[in-house]
């Protein structure tokens, strides 16, 4: 099978798995969720053991822990921002990792930053203005609606934590199999996810709600098949090829989220998302 149909398929179970998830947090707290997701996501990856070398060095375990941490945030952050907006504006602006991700790259690791990739932020920029424009909207409006924006400061946090994160996974998938640090990953994600609750509420298994496993049972199956799909697609090109595709995502999340759940404007947010997806392409293999 071609890569990009790996990729297209990461694209369609990535959106479908973010409308499961939204349907879930519009009555549940964000911890409840996270906590219930990661622990199933785990449990629903453990088969693999059975394909993966289950030797593990101290820098393996070391560096994939640190990973998690920074991934814990990460995930924390976009389901609050997820349970806090419409599904149709968190989508799309998802997309403002690979900007951050550039940033980070710039800073850490001095990677040059391109004509290309500016011209992409510039693009990123009005996609967000139009994604937050309304009829007779004067000029300034959607600016200010922006910076009221509370899911976008939530947005903003889980992508710097993301982009430190992706860095990570890097240089650990340098030297380790990615079915093993998928699996490894998740089982830490979970772990931080149980200290926190025992943190907060002392006892985390009421944390983990009956009525919630289902339709997260859904989503973890899902998002464990678009990774699984992702690595198949990186494994046979490049990751610049792969991870635009898979971004088109947030179509599917928009258009079947925002007609789910009765949003408003959807078609200009369709358009929205569309030039928004086309700023993270330009930006990610413009590097």
């Not at 149980?194 to 907060?200: C, P, V």
């Not at 098949?225 to 928009?254: E, H």
């Not at 959807?266 to 330009?282: D, G, N, P, S």
């Amino acid at each position: 099978m071609e890569w990009y149909v790996f990729a297209l398929i990461c694209a369609l179970l990535s959106g479908l798995s973010t409308v499961v998830k939204k349907k879930v947090l519009i009555d549940e707290h964000t911890i409840d969720f996270s906590v219930t997701f990661t622990v199933l996501m785990f449990i629903i990856s453990l088969p693999l053991l059975f394909l993966i070398d289950i030797h593990f060095t101290t820098r393996f375990l070391l560096l994939t822990y640190i990973a998690s941490l920074f991934g814990t945030v990460a995930f924390f952050f976009i389901s609050k921002a997820m349970r806090h907006a419409p599904i149709s504006i968190v989508s799309p602006l998802t997309n403002i990792n690979p900007i951050l991700l550039m940033v980070a790259s710039f800073f850490i690791l001095g990677e040059r930053i391109t004509f290309v990739q500016v011209f992409g932020i510039v693009i990123f920029v009005f996609g967000m203005y139009m994604l937050e424009s309304r009829k007779h909207d004067k000029f300034l409006a959607p600016i200010k609606r922006i910076k009221k924006e509370r899911a976008l400061t939530f947005i903003l946090i889980s992508g710097i934590f993301y982009a430190v994160s992706s860095m990570l996974d890097k240089v650990i998938l340098t030297f380790t199999q990615p079915l093993k640090y998928l699996i490894v990953v998740q089982f830490f994600v979970a772990l931080n996810f149980i200290i926190l609750t025992i943190y907060k509420y002392k006892n985390p298994i009421h944390m983990i709600k009956k009525d919630i496993s289902g339709p997260l049972l859904l989503a973890s199956i899902l998002t464990l098949a678009q990774r699984l799909a992702q690595f198949q697609a990186v494994s046979l090109t490049y990751v610049s090829l792969v991870i635009p595709i898979k971004r088109t995502g947030a179509l599917v999340s928009t258009l079947i989220g925002g007609e789910l759940f009765h949003e408003k404007d959807l078609a200009r947010k369709l358009v929205a998302t569309i030039i928004i997806i086309f700023a993270a392409y330009l930006i990610i293999a413009g590097g």
